[in-house]
């Protein structure tokens, strides 16, 4: 999934005036971003709007990129969580996340829980009813795989703070879902 | 797409290590993480819109907008119906609905907002939610019926254009509608045609059932745009061959040079030499090398080390000189011009001392005054002009001209490397790597920046190397450098240029790229501490190595070389892959160009960068900064941050905002609203401030949204002021007002000064105001647009305001140069065309 960073590199140096280049770009990182954006909106149109917005404005400000030290698609990771941060403000959630857990059988371990997709789409319906830099961080680590320091690059925190924010973040995920414990493990 | 990444996560096991409940909650989530749907056609149709914006963006240098919404009209999806509008577009949509790429190209028809089931329709427009239009394109309708051609007039009365602008219309033909701009449309605005549904009918008598709307947006003007100039292209000529691992410098009567590659292979980066020589003659000639020339046929061009001659200068419409005819490492000219050193290499390896008159005549070895031979020297300067300084594997030596005697400085560990060793152009001064100095560890690098407490056993020498040293933090007031352990130090070797109290270590210098100016004056580094966002550039006198500042807009790309010019105010930089740029201290950049250098020199004075590259000894020409007028010269180089301030607010590039943010400034990151697209820079006034305060450059600029399909566009009108501290431009004030939907009346695009001609027996200046909206002209009075200074008088025009439509430019002319302080005011009188007005006066400042 990852370009050879000196490749890379040299990719986006082209595509600041090779559309071609841009282009490999996109093809490489398409996935990543849709997937992103899929992830935290939950919806098909708005991960297609929100994926539209980000490679449009990629390209507008790709002239004036400049390389960071981190991977090409930190900076497109960024521009996502603004695009998605943008589309919430526009369309609050249409479902009620109470609903949704108010069905929640508190009484088998959460573990256990998640592996039914039906669980497991409660389980990311809790992830998205997290503060906004908490469902950030979990998105990114937990549906990315990113690197705690890449994460940081991208929401413009220290690693440590990303520690924190996925660790909080779990543990909401946890109280959201009614369980107060692990099975095993005391509060 | 599908992909599924479930293998162990390091991290998350680091992070719940004493959670294992936790764990295993985090690692179930993330392999149950859902895959996401995906219409199969929506990659290539956005790619292939990508593809379309990118040609024209990446080519002209405009950039683009948000462009049309490219997402599949797929009719077996009802969200997509109901996304694009009402029913009846969506019949559009399925009769459009084919390949991929066809399904893009039809788009623009979606977008109209329409409703007309199976009635008249426009059907496409050229301009539909287009974001870069050339301000002199027609917009044209395309009706889905003939239509009704009589009505030209009653059409025209019921168009309407925001921003107001002035048209005609004509039928193409019976189905398609042109309007035309009578003046150009205002460049980087976005504009809304709105066709009244009763205004338009069909040869059988049919209207529009609603409103058709379009909008679009027009392609930015140079002069608006956000983004600072592109840099000039440096203008290089070669003037003769070198090795590509050649060294460049400057010799007698300011001639550039090259050193012979294979001479060079342990000469550390360095800064130029010639610091002294005589004043530098014009531009070298292109290609003076003539083919008859040894220097054609040299090893030198065909970079074989082994055959390769020694150094060689190109005098200005002369034949080349060779100064020597065995390989040499470096070279240095003495302080009076008048004699040339070559560190020497002979052919077993090691190293002499040849200081020969300016014209290559009269060679004399000296050093090693006898046996045994001396080792390799990698790097020598002048110490006044009868003593030589000079690195060689072993430490630091110095020799005396008048006896030939000479004298250890300094010794490098047996773990050194010398490799890194930068010594100023004067002699006075050396840079060391961590690894050659005693006591230190190797080049490992730290992870973690740690204050270095450790005191290192720096040799004592004769000449001045202080025994003890302690490293301290160095600061500017925006950031704080932590050395490390791996990173070098700052050394006094001579008394020449005065002494450094103690020896510093230079906080993130374990980059090694590391250059003193031509005067020995400053120093500066690529900064390599593990806190650096980005890579970054410092510099500091050495007169006061504590006294740290960072260079503003240092390029992010990789650094791998380094020069400074005279007195630091200049810096090239060598990048990695490739690149040459040229920057003042302060930001701006004079010139920059793709080829791939390591060995950077300015010329005595400045005004030259000799650079190898590709095979050839280069020299560019380096341009002076724009702004040049002392009344000017004290802001220079903050346009250029301002300009890279807003770039940053569009792009939402936190960590450049924060870069560009003063230390106890209002946060820009959390004051910019997030969903910027544009953003220019509409007036700016610099005022020369206190003593205390400094020069201070107030700038009103325009952050826009542009309109989507649901909502309006909006705009706010920011007021940035930025300052000096330590040494560079930075924003030490912000107000951004809450974003406002456009609405009607007319815009300011932009406000600029022309200052008074030089000599003029009636000096006056002028102020432009350029509007987005066709004026008015009676609206233009006194009444409602003026200058008045920051106390709020009027200031006395010369003329009434004169109006240009075609340029939408209103000039207002005063007597002598517009006083600091002054404002433009746009009073709520003023008019466009269809009477709209500003909905508040609003106020830009201008001045000197």
Request: charged share 15%; with cysteine; net charge negative.
């Given at each position: 999934m990852?370009?050879p960073?000196a490749?890379?590199?040299?990719?986006?140096?082209?595509?600041?005036?090779d559309?071609?280049?841009?282009?490999?770009?996109?093809?490489?990182?398409?996935?990543?971003?849709?997937?992103?954006?899929?992830?935290?909106?939950?919806?098909?149109?708005?991960?297609?709007?929100?994926?539209?917005?980000?490679f449009?404005?990629?390209?507008?400000?790709?002239?004036?990129?400049?390389?960071?030290?981190?991977p090409?698609?930190?900076?497109?990771?960024?521009?996502?969580a603004?695009a998605i941060?943008?589309?919430?403000?526009?369309?609050?959630?249409?479902?009620?996340?109470?609903?949704?857990?108010?069905?929640?059988?508190?009484a088998?371990?959460?573990?256990e829980?998640v592996v039914?997709?039906?669980?497991?789409?409660?389980?990311?319906?809790?992830?998205?009813?997290?503060?906004?830099?908490?469902?950030?961080?979990?998105?990114?680590?937990?549906?990315?795989?990113?690197k705690?320091?890449?994460?940081?690059?991208?929401?413009?925190?220290?690693?440590?703070a990303?520690?924190?924010?996925?660790?909080?973040?779990?543990?909401?995920?946890?109280?959201?879902?009614g369980v107060?414990?692990?099975?095993?493990?005391?509060? | 797409?599908?992909?599924?990444?479930?293998?162990?996560?390091?991290?998350?096991?680091?992070?719940?290590?004493?959670e294992?409940?936790?764990?295993?909650?985090?690692?179930?989530v993330?392999?149950s993480?859902?895959?996401p749907?995906?219409?199969?056609?929506?990659?290539?149709?956005?790619?292939?819109?990508?593809?379309?914006?990118?040609?024209?963006?990446?080519?002209?240098?405009?950039?683009?907008?948000?462009?049309?919404?490219?997402?599949?009209?797929?009719a077996?999806?009802?969200r997509?119906?109901?996304?694009?509008?009402?029913?009846?577009l969506?019949?559009?949509?399925?009769?459009?609905?084919?390949?991929?790429?066809?399904?893009?190209?039809?788009?623009?028809?979606?977008?109209?907002?329409?409703?007309?089931?199976g009635?008249?329709?426009?059907v496409?427009?050229?301009?539909?939610?287009?974001?870069?239009?050339?301000?002199?394109?027609?917009?044209?309708?395309?009706?889905?019926?003939?239509?009704?051609?009589?009505?030209?007039?009653?059409?025209?009365?019921?168009?309407?254009?925001?921003?107001?602008?002035?048209?005609?219309?004509?039928w193409?033909?019976?189905?398609?509608?042109?309007?035309?701009?009578?003046?150009?449309?205002?460049?980087?605005?976005d504009?809304?045609?709105t066709?009244?549904?009763?205004?338009?009918?069909?040869?059988d008598g049919?209207?529009l059932?609603?409103?058709?709307?379009?909008?679009?947006?027009?392609?930015?003007?140079?002069?608006?745009?956000?983004?600072?100039?592109?840099?000039?292209?440096?203008?290089?000529?070669?003037?003769?061959?070198?090795?590509?691992?050649?060294?460049?410098?400057?010799?007698p009567?300011?001639?550039?040079?090259?050193?012979?590659?294979?001479?060079?292979?342990?000469?550390?980066?360095?800064?130029?030499?010639?610091?002294?020589?005589?004043?530098?003659?014009?531009?070298?000639?292109?290609?003076?090398?003539?083919?008859?020339?040894?220097?054609?046929?040299?090893?030198?061009?065909?970079?074989?080390?082994?055959?390769?001659?020694?150094a060689?200068?190109?005098?200005?419409?002369?034949?080349?000189?060779?100064?020597s005819?065995?390989?040499?490492?470096?070279?240095?000219?003495?302080?009076?011009?008048?004699?040339v050193?070559?560190?020497?290499t002979?052919?077993?390896?090691?190293?002499?001392?040849?200081?020969e008159g300016?014209?290559?005549?009269?060679?004399?070895?000296?050093?090693?005054?006898?046996?045994?031979?001396?080792?390799?020297?990698?790097a020598l300067?002048?110490?006044?002009?009868?003593?030589?300084?000079?690195?060689?594997?072993?430490?630091?030596?110095?020799?005396?001209l008048?006896?030939?005697?000479?004298?250890?400085?300094?010794?490098?560990?047996?773990?050194?490397?010398?490799?890194?060793?930068?010594?100023a152009?004067?002699?006075?001064?050396?840079?060391?790597?961590?690894?050659?100095?005693?006591?230190?560890?190797?080049?490992?690098?730290?992870?973690?920046?740690?204050?270095?407490?450790?005191?290192?056993?720096?040799?004592?020498?004769?000449?001045?190397?202080?025994?003890?040293?302690s490293?301290?933090?160095?600061?500017?007031?925006?950031?704080?450098?932590?050395?490390?352990?791996?990173?070098?130090?700052?050394?006094?070797?001579a008394t020449?240029?005065g002494?450094?109290?103690?020896?510093?270590?230079?906080?993130?210098?374990s980059?090694?790229?590391?250059?003193?100016?031509?005067?020995?004056?400053?120093v500066?580094?690529?900064y390599?501490g593990?806190?650096?966002?980005?890579?970054?550039?410092?510099?500091?006198?050495?007169?006061d190595?504590?006294?740290?500042?960072?260079?503003?807009?240092?390029?992010?790309?990789?650094?791998e070389?380094?020069a400074?010019?005279?007195?630091?105010?200049?810096?090239?930089?060598?990048?990695?892959?490739g690149?040459?740029?040229?920057?003042?201290?302060?930001?701006?950049?004079?010139?920059?160009?793709a080829?791939?250098?390591r060995s950077?020199?300015?010329?005595?004075?400045?005004?030259?960068?000799?650079?190898?590259?590709?095979?050839?000894?280069?020299?560019?020409?380096?341009?002076?900064?724009?702004?040049?007028?002392?009344?000017?010269?004290?802001?220079?180089?903050?346009?250029q941050?301002?300009?890279?301030?807003?770039?940053?607010?569009?792009s939402?590039?936190?960590?450049?905002?924060?870069?560009?943010?003063?230390?106890?400034?209002?946060?820009?990151?959390?004051?910019?609203?997030?969903?910027?697209?544009?953003?220019?820079?509409?007036?700016s006034?610099?005022?020369g401030?206190s003593?205390?305060?400094?020069?201070?450059?107030?700038?009103?600029?325009?952050?826009?949204?542009?309109?989507?399909?649901?909502?309006?566009?909006r705009?706010?009108?920011?007021?940035?002021?930025?300052?000096?501290?330590?040494?560079?431009?930075?924003?030490?004030?912000?107000?951004?007002?809450?974003?406002?939907?456009?609405?009607?009346?007319?815009?300011?695009?932009s406000?600029?000064?022309?200052?008074?001609?030089?000599?003029?027996?009636?000096?006056?200046?002028?102020?432009?105001?350029?509007?987005?909206?066709?004026?008015?002209?009676?609206?233009?009075?006194?009444?409602?647009?003026?200058?008045?200074?920051?106390?709020?008088?009027?200031?006395?025009?010369?003329?009434?305001?004169?109006?240009?439509?075609d340029?939408?430019?209103?000039?207002l002319?005063?007597?002598?140069?517009?006083?600091?302080?002054?404002?433009?005011?746009?009073?709520t009188?003023?008019?466009?065309?269809?009477?709209?007005?500003?909905?508040?006066?609003?106020?830009?400042?201008?001045g000197?």
């Amino acid at each position: 999934m990852t370009l050879p960073r000196a490749y890379e590199d040299q990719l986006v140096e082209r595509a600041k005036s090779d559309a071609d280049a841009f282009g490999e770009l996109y093809d490489h990182y398409f996935g990543q971003i849709y997937r992103f954006a899929y992830s935290r909106t939950r919806d098909q149109d708005a991960a297609e709007e929100v994926t539209q917005e980000v490679f449009m404005k990629a390209l507008r400000a790709m002239p004036r990129y400049r390389p960071s030290g981190h991977p090409f698609s930190s900076w497109l990771y960024q521009i996502s969580a603004n695009a998605i941060a943008d589309h919430f403000r526009q369309r609050r959630p249409q479902a009620s996340l109470d609903a949704a857990l108010e069905i929640v059988d508190p009484a088998r371990p959460v573990a256990e829980r998640v592996v039914e997709s039906a669980e497991a789409a409660r389980v990311w319906a809790a992830i998205d009813s997290l503060p906004e830099q908490q469902r950030t961080a979990m998105t990114l680590k937990l549906g990315e795989d990113l690197k705690l320091a890449q994460i940081g690059e991208i929401m413009g925190k220290s690693e440590g703070a990303v520690k924190l924010l996925v660790h909080r973040g779990m543990i909401g995920v946890r109280q959201r879902l009614g369980v107060s414990a692990i099975a095993g493990e005391p509060l | 797409m599908s992909e599924r990444r479930d293998r162990y996560d390091p991290e998350l096991a680091e992070l719940f290590g004493d959670e294992p409940g936790l764990l295993e909650l985090a690692q179930r989530v993330r392999e149950s993480r859902p895959e996401p749907d995906l219409d199969p056609r929506f990659p290539a149709i956005l790619r292939a819109r990508l593809m379309e914006e990118a040609r024209t963006a990446l080519t002209t240098g405009h950039a683009s907008r948000p462009a049309v919404d490219v997402r599949p009209a797929a009719a077996p999806r009802c969200r997509f119906r109901a996304r694009f509008g009402p029913r009846g577009l969506a019949a559009w949509g399925t009769l459009a609905v084919g390949a991929a790429v066809a399904a893009a190209a039809v788009v623009a028809i979606l977008s109209l907002r329409a409703p007309t089931p199976g009635g008249l329709a426009v059907v496409a427009s050229n301009v539909s939610h287009q974001q870069a239009v050339d301000p002199h394109q027609a917009i044209t309708l395309s009706f889905n019926q003939p239509m009704d051609e009589q009505n030209q007039q009653s059409v025209l009365a019921a168009v309407k254009i925001q921003p107001a602008t002035q048209v005609t219309i004509a039928w193409k033909t019976p189905e398609t509608l042109v309007i035309t701009p009578v003046h150009p449309l205002a460049a980087d605005t976005d504009y809304q045609v709105t066709i009244p549904k009763t205004s338009v009918q069909s040869q059988d008598g049919q209207t529009l059932n609603a409103d058709v709307t379009i909008d679009f947006g027009t392609q930015p003007a140079a002069t608006l745009s956000p983004s600072a100039s592109p840099a000039p292209v440096l203008e290089a000529a070669a003037v003769g061959p070198a090795a590509s691992d050649g060294q460049a410098f400057w010799g007698p009567a300011g001639a550039p040079g090259v050193t012979d590659g294979s001479a060079v292979q342990t000469t550390p980066v360095t800064a130029p030499s010639a610091t002294a020589s005589a004043s530098p003659t014009g531009s070298p000639t292109p290609s003076a090398t003539p083919a008859s020339s040894p220097l054609a046929s040299s090893p030198a061009s065909s970079a074989t080390p082994a055959a390769a001659a020694g150094a060689v200068v190109f005098p200005d419409g002369q034949a080349p000189v060779a100064l020597s005819s065995m390989p040499a490492a470096a070279v240095a000219v003495s302080p009076d011009g008048f004699n040339v050193a070559l560190a020497v290499t002979e052919p077993d390896g090691s190293g002499q001392i040849v200081v020969e008159g300016d014209d290559g005549s009269q060679a004399n070895q000296v050093w090693p005054s006898g046996s045994p031979p001396g080792s390799a020297v990698t790097a020598l300067a002048w110490d006044g002009n009868n003593r030589i300084v000079f690195v060689t594997s072993q430490g630091i030596d110095a020799v005396n001209l008048s006896n030939e005697h000479s004298e250890q400085l300094y010794a490098f560990p047996s773990a050194g490397t010398a490799s890194g060793v930068v010594l100023a152009p004067n002699g006075g001064y050396a840079f060391l790597p961590a690894s050659d100095v005693a006591g230190q560890p190797g080049p490992t690098s730290t992870a973690t920046p740690a204050p270095a407490t450790a005191t290192p056993t720096l040799t004592p020498t004769p000449s001045g190397v202080s025994a003890s040293a302690s490293a301290s933090p160095v600061a500017t007031p925006s950031a704080t450098y932590i050395p490390s352990a791996a990173d070098g130090w700052l050394v006094t070797l001579a008394t020449a240029g005065g002494q450094i109290p103690s020896p510093t270590q230079l906080a993130g210098s374990s980059s090694g790229v590391v250059a003193f100016s031509g005067a020995s004056d400053e120093v500066g580094w690529v900064y390599a501490g593990d806190e650096a966002e980005v890579p970054s550039v410092l510099e500091a006198p050495v007169s006061d190595p504590s006294a740290v500042a960072q260079v503003p807009g240092a390029p992010t790309e990789s650094i791998e070389a380094l020069a400074l010019d005279t007195h630091g105010a200049t810096l090239a930089y060598g990048l990695d892959p490739g690149g040459i740029e040229i920057e003042t201290a302060t930001g701006v950049v004079l010139g920059s160009t793709a080829d791939v250098a390591r060995s950077l020199a300015f010329s005595p004075d400045g005004t030259q960068l000799a650079f190898v590259a590709a095979g050839s000894l280069d020299v560019a020409e380096v341009q002076p900064g724009s702004t040049t007028s002392p009344a000017t010269s004290v802001c220079q180089g903050a346009d250029q941050v301002l300009s890279r301030f807003v770039g940053d607010q569009v792009s939402h590039d936190q960590a450049g905002l924060a870069a560009l943010t003063a230390p106890g400034a209002s946060s820009a990151v959390q004051l910019t609203p997030a969903d910027i697209d544009r953003g220019y820079v509409i007036s700016s006034e610099c005022t020369g401030g206190s003593a205390a305060s400094g020069p201070t450059l107030t700038a009103s600029a325009r952050l826009i949204v542009d309109p989507t399909r649901t909502s309006a566009g909006r705009l706010t009108d920011e007021t940035v002021v930025l300052g000096q501290s330590g040494g560079q431009w930075l924003v030490t004030g912000l107000s951004v007002p809450p974003l406002r939907v456009q609405g009607s009346g007319p815009h300011v695009l932009s406000v600029s000064v022309t200052p008074p001609a030089k000599g003029a027996l009636n000096p006056e200046s002028a102020v432009t105001i350029t509007f987005d909206s066709d004026l008015d002209p009676s609206s233009v009075t006194p009444g409602s647009l003026w200058l008045e200074t920051s106390g709020g008088q009027t200031i006395p025009l010369l003329d009434q305001a004169a109006y240009d439509p075609d340029t939408r430019k209103v000039t207002l002319t005063v007597s002598g140069a517009v006083p600091a302080g002054t404002e433009v005011v746009v009073g709520t009188a003023i008019s466009d065309i269809d009477g709209g007005h500003p909905p508040a006066q609003v106020l830009y400042p201008v001045g000197s």
